[in-house]
């Protein structure tokens, strides 16, 4: 299974673009990366995922290089709402991928 | 559907005690699996359904821990004579075979939040 490096924690303003990398150097061919956040006391929420290139929901970017070695979650104009833990899965869920490990995820602080 | 719900919310136990969560998933998902998230930590793979049928157990699931989900439908899971720590989220989430083609991934409860004493 892949594993991912995040930056820990990430401190922002409100209205600014915000964006996650997140490396995982030994993703295989059939590996979907995923990202989900999780505000205290709630289980995690998915935001976006993507297996190459550029995806974009209405919530949020996910941009993937070529080699697919890393990907960067890019959240436009965060408010408080925002702040939240941020965890970057890789993983083929249809041979195990839900074994898929979460790591510690990246905290993202929005300031006023 | 108001999405995957979990119960109690909350639980707090004396060691020792036998405990058991529940999970009702998303009607139409036929995929289901148990985490295990401690303060600080992300969430851990327990265990996973597909329908009535458990295919696979984290190494993380002792011989306490054991997990059903008769017919497919809910899920239930019990830790048997629970020791501090044990103390954690656990988490269920549940999926359909399209939730990983961009679709929609797990969604996930908001957890039983274990306390044991």
């Known amino acids: 299974l892949a594993k991912t490096t995040q930056p820990i924690s990430m401190d922002s303003y409100e209205g600014q673009e915000v964006n996650i990398t997140c490396s995982h150097n030994n993703i295989a061919t059939n590996d979907y990366i995923t990202w989900y956040q999780q505000f205290p006391s709630q289980g995690p929420r998915f935001i976006i995922q993507g297996y190459k290139t550029k995806v974009t929901n209405e919530v949020a970017s996910l941009f993937i290089p070529a080699d697919r070695k890393s990907s960067t979650l890019s959240l436009p104009r965060v408010s408080l709402s925002d702040t939240a833990v941020y965890y970057c899965l890789v993983g083929d869920p249809n041979t195990g991928g839900f074994k898929t490990i979460f790591g510690a995820g990246t905290r993202l602080f929005v300031k006023a | ?117």
């Open chain 2, 1 to 117: 559907d108001t999405g995957v719900s979990q119960d109690p919310r909350h639980k707090i136990t004396k060691r020792g005690q036998n405990v058991t969560f529940r999970c009702d998933p998303i009607s139409e998902h036929n995929r289901l699996y148990w985490y295990r998230q401690t303060l600080g930590q992300g969430p851990e793979f327990l265990t996973y359904f597909q329908n009535e049928a458990q295919l696979e157990k984290s190494r993380l699931l002792s011989d306490r821990f054991s997990a059903e989900r008769p017919k497919g439908s809910f899920s239930t899971l019990e830790i048997q004579r629970t020791e501090q720590g044990d103390s954690a989220m656990y988490l269920c989430a549940s999926s359909s075979p399209s939730s990983f083609r961009g679709i929609g991934g797990y969604t996930f409860g908001s957890g039983t939040r274990l306390t044991v004493v």
